[in-house]
């Protein structure tokens, strides 16, 4: 590929600069739910209210990360990371969503930033994991215009605060989520049912934001990379054919039945200014409404693409896909092993956007325990990590520009509508012991990936052994 520059020779897999990082999210890690002037989101309303999480769990402490960013910025510097992808809590900075600013909630991502670049960590600030504040839901929430333009005030507040400091920026984590969770099924908060039209309307204000959010860092936050960290399904070709990717490329972002949650309906139109033109005939008409004006508003210039990839589909070259042979290799959370989706999901979106890829989340969730030892052992991570690392690295060596991984999740931590029971973390939290941190083997091995750039991917046997 022209103009790559990050690829040296074929003995030193990942580029020289490549950004190592881990990810975790506010609500997520967070707790300190109601203190210091925060008022509440829509996770902690619908938290607290029963029947909608497992075992009727909350974020009001998850893992106390509030209190505890000195240790917990120690923990990844001993890792070796070089990135850390947090979010902001949008109620913690502003509690009606689009009032007066509280400078207590500012500061406490202040002096996190401030501790990351102390331990030569870069930041990377998502805006939005989907905290939306309680008070903005009760005006309308994402159906309402205002929440858009609110979010472009969070940008403009956090790119100022933190000018200078921070370098990376992700507008909105997973918009596919919020539409088909938030206000599809209802399984997230704020827990709304509603019918595609609304859905339709969703994504357009998201999107919006998305704009709106993209020009509010550009003239406030200096010199920043400013992109957005999408999901969705990921076809992979059974046979590494030309005509097999091609048919899995196509299918990867055909927008059918289950175009909520497919990167292609929010992707086109941010980077391509248009919504794809393979779409469910229902949506016709509202597509057909939007203004050329509004699609300028959303199709803002992007420095990168990043994409939350866990897992994939294969297909064959006639389009039919493949199904998972019995007892095919699944996470704690039941979802296919499929390393692939590392290799094909970065290609195929650089295929269609022509964008500098981070993968901004990857991970497996397990049901890790602490041993007779006092350790956390957990091969199945180590063995995940390790497959999609080497298929990453396929897609490198083809010539994709993959800049960095983030892995999901440093820590353990409130996995939404599963409460606490399934373990994303290379950082085990001991709940019931004081939130007590124990690094887990897959912690040991992603440090020596790290140090070695990847390079010790090719000794599987050696990795997490070493503490
Ligand atoms: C989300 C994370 C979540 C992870 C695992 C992603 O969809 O961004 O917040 O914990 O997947 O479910």
Not at 127 to 138: D, Q, S, Y
Not at 325 to 337: C, D, E, H, K, N
Not at 433 to 443: A, E, G, M
Request: proline share 6%; glycine share 8%.
């Amino acid at each position: 590929m022209e103009g790559k520059t990050h690829m040296t020779s074929s003995c030193v897999p990942f580029p020289r600069d490549f950004v190592w990082g881990a990810a975790t999210s506010a609500y997520q890690i967070e707790g300190g739910w109601n203190e210091d002037g925060k008022d509440p989101s829509v996770w902690d309303h619908f938290c607290h209210t029963p029947g909608h999480i497992h075992n009727g769990e909350t974020g009001d402490i998850a893992c106390d990360h509030y209190h505890r960013v000195s240790e917990d910025v120690a923990l990844m510097k001993e890792l070796g990371i070089t990135s850390y992808r947090f979010s902001i809590n949008w109620p913690r900075i502003l509690p009606d969503g689009n009032g007066p600013i509280n400078h207590t909630g500012l500061d406490f991502y202040s002096r996190l930033i401030d501790h990351l670049l102390e331990a030569d960590i870069e930041p990377c600030v998502t805006l939005h994991h989907w905290e939306l504040p309680l008070a903005l839901h009760r005006r309308g929430g994402w159906l309402n215009p205002e929440t858009a333009k609110a979010f472009s005030r969070l940008a403009e507040v956090v790119g100022k605060a933190f000018r200078g400091r921070v370098r990376r920026y992700l507008t909105l984590n997973e918009p596919q989520c919020i539409t088909a969770l938030g206000y599809g099924n209802g399984v997230h908060a704020p827990g709304n049912r509603t019918d595609p039209l609304t859905q339709a309307a969703v994504a357009h204000q998201l999107l919006l934001g998305h704009g709106y959010a993209v020009q509010a860092l550009r003239s406030t936050a200096g010199t920043v990379e400013v992109g957005v960290a999408s999901t969705g399904s990921i076809v992979c070709p059974a046979e590494d054919t030309v005509e097999n990717r091609a048919v899995a490329c196509d299918a990867t972002f055909r927008c059918g039945e289950n175009w909520t949650f497919m990167h292609s309906w929010f992707l086109d139109p941010m980077v391509l200014g248009h919504y794809p033109e393979q779409r469910p005939p229902e949506l016709d008409a509202f597509v057909q409404s939007v203004s050329p004006d509004e699609l300028a508003q959303i199709c803002q210039p992007l420095d990168f693409i990043a994409a939350n990839i866990y897992s994939g589909d294969e297909i064959d070259a006639g389009g039919r896909l493949i199904p998972r042979p019995t007892g095919w290799p699944r996470t704690a959370l039941r979802w296919s092993v499929s390393p692939k989706s590392l290799h094909y999901g970065p290609a195929f979106l650089y295929r269609r956007y022509h964008l500098p890829i981070y993968v901004s989340e990857n991970g497996q969730s397990c049901n890790d325990r602490i041993f007779l030892d006092g350790q956390v052992h957990d091969p199945d991570r180590i063995d995940y990590l390790q497959r999609y690392l080497l298929a990453l690295r396929d897609a490198i060596r083809e010539g994709v520009p993959v800049m960095g991984y983030y892995h999901w999740s440093l820590m353990d931590n409130f996995e939404w509508q599963s409460g606490y029971d399934d373990r994303f973390g290379l950082i085990f939290v001991d709940y019931a012991n004081k939130l007590r941190r124990i690094p887990k083997d897959s912690f040991y091995a992603y440090r020596q990936i790290i140090a070695s750039n990847g390079g010790c991917l090719n000794d599987p046997g050696n990795l997490g052994s070493r503490r």
